[in-house]
């Protein structure tokens, strides 16, 4: 039987006091691309956020590779392979896209041999990053910088790459080379979690999709029957259900 990349099972997390999931759970297998959908204040950045380590749970359990990293640091689970591409981009300003870049590889302990090998497959799937690699990252566009998160995180090396709030304030035909990009990352092996405000671009990026209503798991299933289900169309889509 094969073992989920990714394994929550009745997830409860939130801020203090205010619990924000409630009983999530959910499966991931290698090789898949999976959408996070939801309103805003669905808790969609929350569950990330929970995944990755960076709040911790209050019940439930989450499983990588079917290790409990429940009670693990941040660190374990970079090293495990889970890599968060933050809402917002989060560069380091006054370094460059190169050393950004590179920041993305400073857990590992392999050859430089080998993190050349991905910086080149970065600059490949991106090539404005290699022509912009000493430009201080910060002063791109809005575009290039989230081209270059989703390249730092890929030089950590994940099994599985999840990005918060994918196309947010970019244009379209940005968020098309990114999400071209992506399908170019997937091929290479690496197992994509995606929350996107456009449903759309979700659906028609990743084969399948979840959605998250007030903290819970409402609906899930193949990207393309979520895009014809229509309460989906309806709530998402702005069509009127049947």
Request: proline letters at 3%.
């Amino acid at each position: 039987m094969t073992v989920p990349l990714l394994e929550l099972d009745n997830i409860k997390a939130g801020y203090g006091d205010i619990n924000v999931l409630h009983s999530v759970s959910l499966k991931l297998y290698a090789g898949g691309s999976v959408c996070l959908i939801g309103s805003n204040g669905a808790g969609k950045s929350t569950l990330l956020n929970t995944i990755s380590g960076v709040l911790q749970t209050s019940a439930g359990s989450i499983l990588i590779d079917g290790q409990d990293v429940t009670n693990s640091s941040c660190r374990r689970r970079v090293e495990g392979g889970v890599i968060q591409v933050p809402e917002g981009r989060r560069l380091f300003a006054g370094m460059s896209v190169r050393q950004n870049l590179l920041m993305g590889a400073f857990l590992r302990r392999d050859s430089r041999a080998a993190i050349r090998r991905d910086l080149d497959f970065v600059y490949e799937t991106f090539p404005r990053l290699a022509e912009k690699s000493r430009q201080d990252a910060s002063t791109m566009s809005g575009g290039e910088q989230q081209m270059c998160a989703i390249g730092r995180g890929i030089m950590a090396q994940p099994k599985l790459l999840m990005i918060d709030e994918l196309s947010l304030g970019l244009a379209p035909k940005v968020v098309e080379e990114i999400t071209g990009a992506l399908r170019v990352i997937s091929q290479a092996g690496v197992s994509l979690l995606i929350v996107e405000q456009d449903v759309f671009t979700a659906l028609e990026m990743t084969n399948h999709g979840f959605v998250l209503d007030e903290g819970r798991i409402a609906l899930d299933g193949p990207s393309g029957e979520l895009f014809d289900n229509p309460r989906i169309r309806h709530a998402y889509l702005g069509v009127e259900a049947v």
